[in-house]
């Protein structure tokens, strides 16, 4: 088998048309030390397959979880889908032994760097989308995501998120995070709570939730992966 069937292989999908896998596979830095030869990288594929996977990850978690509010799906969606679990899946399934690299990028040990692997599992999820459509996806995340998420949920690691974002905030700006209530509805029985945390003035995400708590540990959620997607794009673009 070539190195694509190989892939193949480990993800349980043969592509209809392989150009789509190999180009999940091209790193930016590959097509600037190759630009006659290879058109296009893996951002683009990458962009596509984020979406995919809130999507996927979000209606995995609706449908298991029945009972679970709002605020409690986003913070377990939030761990699924961050960086280090992404990349978590790329290594199991040998992703980064296929990437392909530019020379520098190869040297700094781009191969097993976690925003490396999170984009280009992305991208992957991206190709098998466009490739084989969303019953591909799901079959290959439903065993991916089965047991990471019951090891979050054995060891809480969803509900972090309030610490998590405060000792990022206070090594970043000194500062320490602040949570407002900006609405509540309902009946006094069932109140839903939306919640913004602040770092100075600015809105790093929002939550909502039946208690103000649950609410805050959403937005704490939301703020960590928009963290992530930063820290990935200054990472690309360095």
């Known amino acids: 088998m070539n190195e694509l069937q190989s892939l193949e292989h480990n993800l349980q999908i043969t592509f ?5 896998l190999e180009r999940a596979l091209t790193h930016s830095s590959f097509v600037n030390e190759n630009p006659d030869s290879v058109p296009e ?4 594929l990458e ?19 029945p009972d679970l509010e709002e605020g409690e799906l986003t913070s377990l969606r939030a761990a699924l889908v961050r960086s280090s679990t992404l990349a978590g899946f790329a290594r199991r399934l040998e992703i980064g032994h296929f990437l392909r690299l530019g020379l520098g990028e190869e040297e700094s040990g781009g191969r097993d760097r976690t925003p490396r692997l999170c984009a280009a599992f992305e991208a992957v999820i991206g190709a098998i989308y466009l490739d084989q459509g969303l019953d591909e996806v799901q079959a290959l995340m439903d065993p991916l995501v089965g047991p990471t998420l019951d090891n979050i949920r054995e060891k809480s690691l ?5 610490s998590e974002f405060q000792v990022w905030s206070q090594a970043k700006f000194n500062i320490t995070p ?9 009946p006094d029985h069932a109140k839903e ?17 039946s208690s103000k708590q649950t609410a805050a540990q959403a937005a704490a959620a939301e703020a960590l992966e928009r ?12």
């Open 178 to 186: 602040r949570y407002e209530v900006i609405d509540e509805s309902g």
């Open 16 to 20: 209809r048309d392989r150009s789509l």
């Open 193 to 209: 709570f939306l919640v913004q945390v602040l770092v100075g003035r600015d809105v790093w995400g929002s939550g909502s939730g």
């Open 41 to 44: 990288d893996n951002e683009r």
């Open 227 to 238: 963290i992530e997607q930063t820290e990935k794009i200054l990472d690309e673009a360095g």
């Open 47 to 65: 962009f596509l397959g984020d979406a995919v996977l809130d999507f996927v990850v979000g209606a995995y978690l609706y449908n298991r979880f």
């Open 158 to 162: 969803h509900k972090d998120a309030k």
